[in-house]
């Protein structure tokens, strides 16, 4: 089966920029999540879909952070305006149901740079 | 609040030797607990889970609800286990999955 796929893989813009990630999760996974790896750190999850409602998006910064996943499938995350301390690694993943109690299966990640 | 916390950023064993990758947990309800693995250039994936009290590549973990610890071990390490190694907490109910910081565990020939 294909795995999650993201992109960009790499981005780097100035702060005040904006920028947008993309997320395709395994077909068939109804729950999908992005988390923010900061270096140094585990990943956070920043939001939490179940087919294409939000279940879980308490950590999310709404202020500058937006993301959907209006069919249900595919998903966009969106940075506006982008801060210094947004530079990280945003990881995709997707599960089969939204316990997750099968485990994750993450994207690459796209590793984003702010200067 | 959930929480998860490893202790070692870095850990360096021999070849041969046993590996204990530490971790412990905060959760006032049921504990569901995860260790995920990142090898160099890789994705983060899923190396097993506690309800599944499987072996994979020769680590296992058990969950100790008394002490809320959940370690990594390993008897004999090998230089391909050399890679970043997650500890993660999810709850009945609660799904979040909460990572620990990490550990990077490196195998020295």
């Known amino acids: 089966e294909a795995g999650v796929a993201q992109s960009p893989r790499y981005k780097i813009i100035e702060k005040r920029q904006s920028v947008a990630f993309w997320c395709n999760p395994i077909?068939?996974?109804?729950?999908l999540y992005w988390y923010q790896q900061i270096l140094g750190q585990g990943p956070k999850l920043l939001i939490q879909f179940q087919n294409n409602g939000v279940v879980d998006d308490s950590q999310l910064p709404k202020d500058r952070f937006s993301a959907e996943r209006l069919k249900g499938v595919d998903s966009t995350l969106k940075i506006q305006p982008a801060k210094l301390e947004d530079s990280a690694v945003y990881l995709c993943a997707s599960s089969l149901d939204r316990t997750g109690i099968y485990g994750y299966t993450f994207g690459s990640g796209t590793r984003l740079t702010v200067v | 609040a959930q929480r998860v916390t490893q202790p070692e950023k870095l850990l360096s064993v021999f070849k041969g030797a046993p590996v204990e990758l530490k971790c412990n947990y905060s959760y006032s309800g049921s504990p569901e607990l995860f260790w995920y693995v990142q090898y160099s250039r890789q994705r983060l994936q899923l190396l097993l889970r506690h309800i599944s009290r499987e072996s994979i590549k020769g680590f296992t973990a058990d969950l100790n609800k008394g002490e809320t610890s959940f370690h990594l071990k390993k008897p004999f390490a090998q230089e391909e286990d050399s890679a970043m190694y997650y500890c993660?907490?999810?709850?009945?109910?609660?799904?979040?999955?909460?990572f620990g910081t990490g550990t990077r565990l490196t195998i020295i020939p």
């Open positions: 993660a907490l999810s709850g009945y109910g609660n799904e979040k999955l909460t």
């Open positions: 077909s068939g996974h109804a729950t």
